[in-house]
């Protein structure tokens, strides 16, 4: 599992609490039962929901954490970054106030110190339900210590055996690193550790413009920051639609943060109280002067330690445990799930594989990965949400598609709002109006994508999307609209025509 330092700080009230719920000091782990009907390795969001609903099944059920309990997504992830884009998002609204009207005190700022205690406080509050206790009181036999397996069917923490009929390893992923040529002297911040800062750097430099980069970069710019984001690639958020980039990418422009993509970092050095990143851009080679760093370039499975050789599990530093489409490894007793074993390393694919390796590894359920319809969101302004193929990845597949976009622009609600920078699109395998992927850009996307979400789980067409009646005026009303262009494309010439005849016989 990923090492983390096991004192959040600063060590206020709040990470006190914190830590207390996640690593409780003096926890004394129990006597092992004779075999477990499930081990659990690692307690973020896929551990925590494997044990917990075994556990509430009435199975036998061990879990070993290492470090904190609540993963990524609690100490690290989720919980504090939404928390302080939130934060981020009120000093916009207050900042563009005038837009609407609205007259605001000259002088208005941002306090980060308070901005950062709320974060804290937030994230302690909802640290019991992740907690060690809790999952005590629910039957689980809770172990904080490395776990290591010895044998196909054991695994070793703190020198108890703890043996098993099924195990499931969900050690989850950290912050991947980067060998660039004095970084490491120099010193920088991950999603690990920029939650720890009490105060603003003047200037951040962000490495990295993945999602993670991305939400950081704009932030920390709001938050009032000089903020440069650097990327290696031709384009922010490589990995979607390049004019959904785009959008985004002008948000953060006007927001202030300044954006090299296209560059190569070839060293860091620490000169008095600034650190130095050279870079190539262009053929122009410069420096860019920062306080603070932040690497912000993804992830990598959390695979060092557990000894899966001794299970005969297969794995790779990069890639994780290989699993097949059950989610179960190489060796049939043991399954893994999350980031740990996954390419899309997200909170909610954790919690769905977790439900699968419930039904697949206790029962008989034989639930395959490859049927899941997984949705994400980046959580910019405006957000990025996406579910299902993009469009260059269904003709590599040999799919023929019809897209349909429809602009916030032509929104009312969207217009009312302010929020017009964004847009519907919807993929449908062509002559058809099956939907076989989405995009959508809009300054609340992720809470919009669920409806085509469900429409691709349900095999329900755009056409069908087009008949439900949306309340007026609602963003969400953009998907209507989408549909309403694919309805208006069944309107040929030559039915036209019929309808032209009908009705001039019927009049």
Known sequence: MASHAL???????????LTENLHPAGWINPEPAGRYNMVVI??????????????????????VERDLMGGDCLNFG???????????????????????GVEVPPGTRVNFPAVMERMRKLRAEQSPIDSASRFRGLGVDVFIGAGRFIAP??????GK??????????????????????????GYLTNETVFSLTELPRRVVVIGAGPIGCELAQVFQRFGAEVTLLEVAPQILIREDRDAAERVER????????????????????????KLIAIEH????????TDEIIVGVGRVPAVEGLNLEAASIEYDKQNGVKVDDYLRTTNPLVYAAGDVASPYKFTHVSDAHARMILRNALFFGRQRVSRLTIPWCTYTDPEIAHVGLYEAEAKQRGIEVSTYTQELSEVDRAVLDGETEGFVKVHLRKGSDQIIGATIVASHAGEMISELTTSMAAGVGLGKLGDVIHPYPTQADAIRRAAGLYTRTRL????????????????
């Open 7 to 17: 004192k959040h700080e600063p060590l206020d009230e709040y990470n006190q609490k």
């Open 42 to 63: 690692g307690a973020g969001t896929a551990g925590l929901v494997t044990a917990a609903g075994a556990a509430i099944l009435g199975a036998k059920v061990a879990l």
């Open 78 to 100: 989720c919980v504090p970054s939404k928390a302080l884009i939130r934060s981020a998002r009120a000093a916009a609204e207050v900042r563009d106030a005038g837009r609407f």
């Open 153 to 158: 069917d054991c695994v070793e923490v703190v």
């Open 161 to 186: 055996k703890l043996r098993f009929k099924r195990a499931a390893i969900a050690t989850g992923a950290r912050a991947a690193a980067l060998p660039i040529p004095g970084l490491a002297d120099a």
């Open 251 to 274: 948000a953060m422009v006007r927001d202030g943060v300044s954006i090299v993509t296209g560059c190569k970092i070839t060293g860091v050095e620490r000169r008095g109280t600034e």
């Open 282 to 289: 262009e053929g122009v080679r410069r420096d860019v002067a």
């Open 492 to 507: 040929t010439p030559f039915v036209a025509g019929l309808m032209k005849r009908w009705f001039a016989l019927t009049r």
